[in-house]
């Protein structure tokens, strides 16, 4: 049985290509359906309930981190992978929070983009290099102190 993504990006442009890579990439993976707006996406991702979300941070109407907590409280088996080119250690702290099944940084490429989306949907975390790398950095730094 296929499994399922809905994508809520509110660039045009990088929605087309997460739809490409998994067109591309993934013959068991369908896009059910994508949204540039946070609240009509989150809307729709409740209402489809797909297997994995992949969720921008900065969306024009509402944080990707609140649809973040919305979704896992709605719909709690759901994966949602979190897909951002503004990804500070707060912003991290927040998604790991929220339950986030995955975090990665836009500028990490279409091969990370691929292994994240392989290794969520297939039910494991994925913390991407860039991700990981703040993630330890602050530890070290934690630990210093």
Known sequence: ??????????????????????????????????????????????????????????????NGLELLHILKRRHPQMKVLIYSGILNFKAIQRAQQGMADGIIEKSEGIEALKAAIETVISGESYYSPIVTEQLLQHEVISSES
């Open 1 to 62: 049985m296929k499994k399922t993504v809905y994508i809520i990006e509110d660039d045009g442009l990088t929605c087309k290509m997460i739809t490409k890579v998994i067109s591309t990439y993934f013959d068991d993976i369908d896009v059910i359906g994508s949204n540039q707006n946070g609240q009509s996406g989150v809307g729709e991702c409740v209402k489809l309930n797909p297997d994995l979300a992949i969720v921008d941070i900065r969306l024009p109407d509402v």
